[in-house]
């Protein structure tokens, strides 16, 4: 048998005389192959990065969504439904629309989801009518145990009240929780709270929401539990897997990184999913603005996904130069700013919302504003009061 072998042999080219055509065509030949050899290996070596990342992000929603190696964590935080009804979009199911009577949405208010006019909230004025409702168009199944919680605000202090109903079939019966309005605040947010009693949940129904309150009202941010009231992760939140925390005083702060690339709105109604009363992250001092650096450059997918920019919960959408943290009921003005050098310039006219945008040499993250279209990775922040979480009572609480 016979082996044919074929190989190539480079001669270094001596000069003093012109290249030879087929010389020259090999050479030219041969560069290119080089240049696209250096161009593979660098997207390779990309490539490879890339993966890692998602691999750590696939690892990290595992131990978020079903707790260490695959199984269900003690601190997952679906151990219940929530149907959450922010009134920011419309849902194609109807999970969460309300067929309102006397009520209008509106955005010329800051609502209780954003604290902010870029919030939508629903709105009953009583120049005409004696009173309002909110019906729930979703059927809600058969538990165990329901709890009922919205925010509401009164212009001004007035008589009246606010019944809740269940209906079972085409009547309603009588209310199961009033919430009297004596002695309620003007101009908060209260929390009102209910709990139906179990003979009510033995057939599917629908909620109802009835006021008599005769003042401007605003009803935002309706939650839904197929649990009792004192449930964890219903009035104060359990930490996903994956998440870091940070205790100052008595207030203990939760953060969730999402690598997600979202729109500033959507990356907010993504917090919101987390836990209701969950904002972007709010950096309110140099200690935590150390802290969450610190955080950032430990993990691989937050220091790659700051090369582009990380949202945090600021913005001077309401007031042009005059920032604050949304997310919660009231809007929070900076008490604290890590901005970069020639920051915020509001370049163009439409840089409203704000992110950890500039890396230093010292791998701290200063600030910058862009614009709130632009899609970037985001931290969550979850903060709540710790000496309020065994007895679960809180300020402006309204609990049947």
């Known amino acids: 048998m016979q082996y044919l072998m074929c190989m190539l042999v480079i001669l270094p080219y001596v000069g003093g005389g012109p290249v030879h055509p087929r010389t020259e065509k090999s050479c030219i030949a041969m560069h290119t192959f080089q240049n696209t050899y250096d161009v593979l290996k660098a997207k390779l070596f990309d490539i490879n990065a890339e993966m890692s990342l998602l691999k750590d992000d696939l690892d990290n929603a595992i131990e978020q969504t079903c707790g260490v190696l695959g199984t269900l964590g003690t601190g997952n935080t679906h151990l219940y439904q929530l149907t959450y009804c922010n009134f920011e979009e419309k849902d194609d199911d109807d999970e969460c629309t309300f067929r309102p009577e006397h009520f209008v949405i509106n955005q010329d208010v800051s609502d209780h989801t954003f604290g902010s006019t870029l919030g939508h909230v629903y709105t009953y004025t009583p120049y005409y009518y004696s009173g309002s409702k909110l019906t729930s168009v979703k059927m809600f ?52 709270e209910a709990s139906p009693d179990q003979e009510y949940l033995q057939q599917p129904f629908k909620i109802i929401l009835e006021n008599s309150i005769r003042t401007i009202i605003y009803i935002d941010d309706i939650m839904v539990y197929n649990a009792r009231c004192d449930t964890d992760g219903i009035r104060s939140p359990v930490c996903p897997f994956g998440s870091f925390t940070r205790k100052e005083g008595t207030n203990l702060s939760c953060y969730t990184f999402h690598p997600e690339p979202l729109m500033y709105v959507d990356a907010i109604k993504s917090c919101k999913r987390v836990w209701p009363d969950a904002s972007l992250l709010q950096i309110e001092s140099a200690e935590e603005q150390t802290y969450i650096t610190y955080q950032i450059n430990k993990s691989r997918a937050m220091t790659y996904a700051a090369d582009f920019g990380i949202w945090i919960g600021g913005n001077d959408v309401d007031t042009e130069h005059k920032f604050v943290w949304i997310g919660n ?72």
């Open 329 to 400: 009921e009231n809007p929070i003005p900076f008490n604290y700013t890590n901005w970069h050098q020639g920051q915020p310039n509001n370049m163009n006219g439409d840089q409203d919302c704000v992110m950890l945008q500039y890396r230093t040499n010292n791998n701290d993250y200063e600030w910058g504003d862009v614009g709130c279209a632009e899609k970037h990775s985001f931290i969550c922040e979850m903060t709540y009061d710790v000496s309020h979480a065994s007895s679960h009572q809180y300020p402006n609480t309204v609990i049947g």
């Open 141 to 192: 199944q058969p538990a165990n145990a329901y709890c009922i919680r919205f925010y509401f605000k009164l212009q001004a202090a007035a008589a009246g009240s606010i019944k809740l109903y269940l209906q079972v079939g085409e009547h309603p019966g009588y209310a199961f929780h009033t919430i009297p309005a004596t002695s309620l605040p003007a101009e908060k947010w209260i929390l009102a």
